[in-house]
C-alpha cells in the first residue's frame, strides 16, 4: 500500500486516458493469447462514487480484483480495449503495471503452497495423527489431480456414530486461483488445532477438536493454482477449456442456489465471473457441494482475497435471510476481531450486495441455503499475493478470529435428538422452527442419519417442530440463552 501512497503523492489521481500512449502499441488479443494485462487503480472521491464505479466495473465484465474502502481505491485487471472504456467513461486512476498473458509468471513467493505441497502436507499430518484425521477425495479435477479434504476429529470416521453426535463445519480455500493466501489460512487451521491437541497447549483448541468434527479444503481449485505458477499469475478460474484453449469457469458462481439467476454473474466464458454451461457443471463445485451433502456442516467458512471483508449471506441485489440479525452480528463480531493489513481499522462486515455487488451461484449461499449454515465468506488482505512476510501476521489474525468463530458457534449450539417412541431409537426428521421464515428458496431443516440435528441460534425463545418421513409431528420449546443447549424430543 506505500507504492499506492507514493505514486498519489508523485503524480496525483491521474486520468486513464493521460497513461495509455506509453504502452498502446501493444496488440492484445480478447482470445487470452499473448495478451496484455493491465493492473488500474481507480481512485474514488466518496463512497457512493465507489460503489457506483463497482457496480459499472462490474456490469461490463472488469475483473475487480478487489478494493481498499477506507481509500476509496478499486484494482481492476483489464486489456488495451478495456482501457479505452475506462477512457470513455472518464474513471480516473492510474496503471499500476502490466503483465504478458502466459508468458511472464513472476511476482509469487516459491514458498507458498502449490496443490502438490497441499497434498503432501495434508498427507504428512494424516501420518503424523493418524489417531485424529482422515484424508477424503472429495473429487478429481479436470486436469486429474485429487481434491482433497481432511476430517480433524477425536471421532475420524464419518460412519462411527460418535461422529454423528457432533456438529460439523467446513473451512474452505482457493476457489479462485490467484488468491494464494487463502490456502495458507485453511491448512493453518488443520495444522494450529492438531499442534495444539498433541501439545496440550491450549485448552479451548483442545475443547474445540473435541466438541466438532472439522473439515478441511485448503485448496478447492487445484489446476487453476497450476496455471498460476506456471502460465499466468493472475488467473482466476478453473482449467475449463475447449479445442485446447483454456477459458475457465468461476467456480463461486457455479453452486445450484439461484445459479445464474440475479445479475450475479456472466454468460460470456471470457469473463472472470462466467458461471459455466450449467449449475454445478465443474468438478470442484460437485465435490465441496457433495461434501456439504456428506457432513451437513452446521458452519462454514469459505475464504477469498482480497478486499478485508466479512460477508454475509444472501448475495443477490436486496436479498437477505431469516437469520439476518444472527448472520450479521457475526460478521461484525469478525470483522471487529480482524485488523487491517495496513493498522489502520478492521475489516468490513455485510453482505456482497451491500459492499460489492450482486453474486449468484456462490458457495456462501448455497451452504446457508442447503444445510442452513452458519456460512460467512471472508476476503482477506489487500492484494492477491502479499509478500510471504504478511503470511504469519495473516495467520495469527485469522488464527483468534476463526477460534472466535467457533467459540461462538459451541456457546450458541442447540443440539436436539429425534427419538422414536415407538421403538426408543433415534430417528431422522425434518425441522421445522417457528420464528424461522425461509423464504428465499432455502431448503428445510433435517437431522443427519442418526437423528441428530445442530442448529446455531442467537438467543431467545424457539418452538422446534420435528416431522418424519411417514408424517408423524412433535414439538419442544427451547430457550437459547448464550449457553448451548441439548434436547430430546419424541416423536409419539
Not at 498519489?8 to 496484455?36: E, P
Not at 491450549?202 to 498460476?228: F, H, Y
Not at 439467476?261 to 465441496?288: I, R, V, W
Amino acid at each position: 500500500m506505500k507504492v499506492f501512497k507514493r505514486f498519489i503523492l508523485l503524480a496525483g489521481v491521474l486520468a486513464v486516458a493521460g497513461l495509455t500512449s506509453a504502452v498502446s502499441t501493444v496488440r492484445t488479443n480478447r482470445d487470452g493469447k499473448k495478451m496484455y494485462r493491465f493492473i488500474i487503480q481507480i481512485q474514488s472521491q466518496v463512497p457512493s462514487q465507489m460503489l457506483d464505479n463497482l457496480r459499472w466495473l462490474k456490469n461490463n465484465e472488469y475483473d475487480i480484483a478487489g478494493y481498499v474502502w477506507d481509500r476509496g481505491q478499486i484494482e481492476v485487471i483489464t486489456d488495451d480495449a478495456g482501457l479505452q472504456k475506462l477512457k470513455a467513461k472518464n474513471i480516473k486512476g492510474f496503471i499500476k503495471g502490466q503483465k504478458q498473458v502466459g508468458v511472464e509468471v513472476s511476482g509469487i513467493d516459491s514458498r507458498y503452497l502449490t496443490s502438490q505441497k497441499v497434498e503432501q502436507k495434508l498427507r504428512q499430518l494424516a501420518a503424523q495423527y493418524n489417531q485424529l484425521t482422515r484424508i477424503e477425495q472429495i473429487g478429481t479435477s479436470l486436469q486429474g489431480r485429487p481434491i482433497l479434504a481432511m476430517l480433524i476429529s477425536t471421532t475420524p470416521n464419518p460412519q462411527d456414530p460418535k461422529y454423528l453426535e457432533k456438529p460439523s463445519i467446513i473451512f474452505d480455500g482457493m476457489h479462485h486461483a490467484r488468491e494464494i493466501m487463502t490456502s495458507e489460512i485453511v491448512m493453518d487451521v488443520a495444522e494450529s488445532i492438531l499442534t495444539a491437541k498433541a501439545q496440550k497447549a491450549s485448552p479451548k483448541v483442545t475443547a474445540m477438536l473435541d466438541q466438532w468434527n472439522i473439515w478441511v479444503v485448503p485448496m478447492l481449485n487445484v489446476d487453476g493454482n497450476n496455471i498460476v505458477w506456471t502460465q499466468d499469475s493472475y488467473w482466476r478460474k478453473n482449467a475449463r477449456a475447449e479445442s485446447g484453449s483454456a477459458f475457465g469457469v468461476d467456480l463461486n458462481r457455479n453452486y445450484s442456489y439461484r445459479w445464474s439467476n440475479c445479475g450475479g454473474s456472466s454468460n460470456s466464458k471470457g469473463a472472470q465471473d462466467y458461471h459455466g454451461a450449467s449449475a454445478s457443471s465443474e468438478p470442484e463445485t460437485k465435490a465441496l457441494s457433495s461434501l456439504g451433502q456428506m457432513v451437513r456442516p452446521v458452519a462454514s467458512l469459505s475464504y477469498h482475497s482480497y478486499s478485508e471483508l466479512v460477508l454475509f449471506p444472501y448475495s443477490c441485489e436486496g436479498a437477505v435471510t431469516g437469520e439476518n440479525e444472527l448472520v450479521a452480528g457475526v460478521a461484525t463480531m469478525m470483522a471487529k476481531a480482524l485488523p487491517s493489513d495496513s493498522g489502520s481499522g478492521n475489516y468490513r462486515a455485510g453482505t456482497p450486495w451491500q459492499l460489492l455487488y450482486p453474486v449468484d451461484g456462490d458457495s456462501m449461499s448455497y451452504m446457508f441455503s442447503e444445510f442452513g449454515s452458519l456460512a460467512l465468506t471472508m476476503e482477506v488482505n489487500q492484494e492477491f499475493q502479499p509478500d510471504y512476510s504478511l503470511r504469519e501476521p495473516t495467520l495469527i489474525k485469522h488464527r483468534a478470529a476463526w477460534a472466535k468463530f467457533l467459540q461462538f458457534s459451541t456457546a450458541n449450539l442447540l443440539k436436539l435428538t429425534v427419538l422414536d417412541a415407538r421403538t426408543g431409537k433415534s430417528v431422522a426428521a425434518q425441522i421445522k422452527i417457528a420464528t424461522i421464515q425461509q423464504k428465499q428458496g432455502e431448503k428445510p431443516f433435517q437431522t443427519n442419519a442418526a437423528g441428530n440435528f445442530f442448529k446455531v441460534l442467537k438467543t431467545g425463545a424457539y418452538n422446534v417442530q420435528a416431522v418424519t418421513a411417514d408424517g408423524r409431528t412433535a414439538n419442544i420449546s427451547v430457550e437459547m440463552s448464550g449457553t448451548p443447549k441439548v434436547v430430546q424430543l419424541q416423536i409419539p
